[in-house]
């Protein structure tokens, strides 16, 4: 098929990836064009909710171990605490056994979480290259855009324009692009993020009849596409805050639906120390305000699928929640013992015994049972030396003889003896 010449992403890995995701939206776009409703803000919002109802599977293995990870977090807290201020290896490599059995307990690997997120990222990167670049992957799209990309083509000299080549410098397209072998797609690229002042300046470069009458022919069609509540998705809204200033909408949408998502999948474990606590904290208020920014630099169709796509993970990780909460984490850590001593018993090792599930609740109760017993033993200590003390200065002995120092100690060593 033609549209596949079209300029498309040739990243390494995102590029195939993108391809594929191309042949999606394409499919979405001319199936509402049978509808008689070509749009590609509706073809963004299905295209977006389908993409990630594919991703799903990865998506709730990465909640999922989110969740788990706040159940399970106290006791690697508790770990971390206890190994805090030991850093020779016999105590790292204590620590490391014992943080592979809370996993090993909870069914998890420590790379669980990343895995799935790292799988993410080339089919992320995809998407946006899709949407970014519609006539490189909508056929349909495209052809709107012929008409006017041949009827520039034949202008003798357009190549060299200098006011052309500022037009397209101003959206990263280079002078050498209208030059080589690729030029019209690099003009289709060109025409398609133009906004409506663009248009003008563009028609008024070169004043030909031929492309005017293009123009005029294909961008009613293109706007129509492009249309969503009076915003040009091909456009930013930067550039369409004067004529349009509820394209403010997206960027702040964007922001908030991020800010919304990111707090519901946050580790939130209640407690300070708690391992990519502060990173995510700081993620749950970087991320939103870069949302805003980006969707207010970048088309607004970039802004309409980070907000749909946002709004489909918070649905994603409710049902998620929902899950979470009817499991009962005892019998799953039971069942994951269960697989663990399997593996144990084949290797000819004893099997490990189940400790109970450890709340933020339970380990704050046994820090203070801790630090009780340890001040006890403290106040005792100091209780049996002042003791010793009176008893050495209150001897009839000679003070600092060897007989009221021996005295001293039997009086210590009886006092203790009857404690027991």
């Given at each position: 098929m033609s549209f596949l010449t079209l300029t498309q992403s040739n990243w390494f890995i995102i590029g195939p990836v993108a391809q594929v995701l191309g042949w999606v939206m394409n499919a979405i776009y001319e199936f509402l064009d049978m509808l008689s409703i070509p749009s590609i803000g509706l073809s963004i919002i299905l295209y977006t909710i389908i993409v990630k109802a594919l991703m799903l599977p990865l998506s709730i293995k990465q909640q999922k171990f989110s969740k788990l990870n706040m159940v399970m977090n106290p006791e690697i807290v508790k770990i971390q605490k206890k190994y805090k201020n030991k850093k020779d290896n016999v105590s790292m490599m204590k620590q490391q056994e014992e943080l592979k059995d809370v996993y090993s307990k909870y069914g998890v690997s420590p790379a669980a979480g990343c895995l799935p997120m790292l799988i993410q990222i080339p089919l992320i990167f995809a998407l946006y290259q899709v949407i970014y670049k519609i006539p490189g992957?909508?056929?349909?799209?495209?052809?709107?855009?012929?008409?006017?990309?041949?009827?520039?083509?034949?202008?003798?000299?357009?190549?060299?324009?200098?006011?052309?080549?500022?037009?397209?410098?101003?959206?990263?397209?280079?002078?050498?692009?209208?030059?080589?072998?690729?030029?019209?797609?690099?003009?289709?690229?060109?025409?398609y993020v133009l906004n409506q002042a663009e248009w003008g300046t563009f028609q008024n470069i070169f004043q030909n009849d031929a492309l005017t009458q293009a123009v005029n022919t294909s961008l009613p069609q293109i706007n129509a596409i492009n249309n969503f509540f009076g915003i040009n998705l091909a456009s930013s809204p930067s550039a369409q805050i004067t004529t349009a200033w509820w394209?403010?909408?997206?960027?702040?949408?964007?922001?908030?639906?991020q800010w919304l998502s990111t707090k519901m999948i946050s580790v939130n474990t209640g407690n300070e120390d708690a391992p990519g606590a502060g990173m995510m904290k700081s993620m749950n208020t970087v991320m939103p305000i870069m949302s805003v920014f980006f969707c207010f630099t970048f088309s607004a169709g970039i802004g309409l699928y980070w907000v749909i796509s946002s709004l489909t993970q918070m649905v994603s990780q409710y049902c998620v929640n929902r899950y979470m909460d009817r499991i009962d984490i005892n019998a799953m850590v039971s069942k994951n013992m269960e697989k663990v001593n399997a593996k144990r018993a084949k290797q000819g090792l004893p099997p490990k015994k189940v400790k109970p599930v450890l709340s933020v609740k339970n380990l704050e109760e046994e820090e203070e049972i801790e630090e009780k017993r340890e001040k006890a033993a403290t106040v005792r200590r100091e209780e049996q030396m002042k003791a010793s003390t009176q008893y050495y200065n209150n001897t009839n002995k000679k003070k600092g003889s060897l007989a009221a120092k021996a005295g001293m100690v039997q009086q210590y060593n009886e006092r203790n003896s009857k404690k027991k």
């Open positions: 992957y909508i056929q349909s799209v495209k052809n709107m855009f012929v008409p006017i990309q041949t009827a520039l083509m034949n202008i003798e000299g357009w190549a060299t324009n200098e006011q052309l080549i500022e037009l397209g410098t101003k959206h990263a397209i280079r002078a050498t692009d209208f030059t080589g072998a690729d030029a019209a797609n690099r003009v289709i690229d060109l025409l394209v403010l909408l997206i960027p702040i949408l964007a922001g908030l639906t």
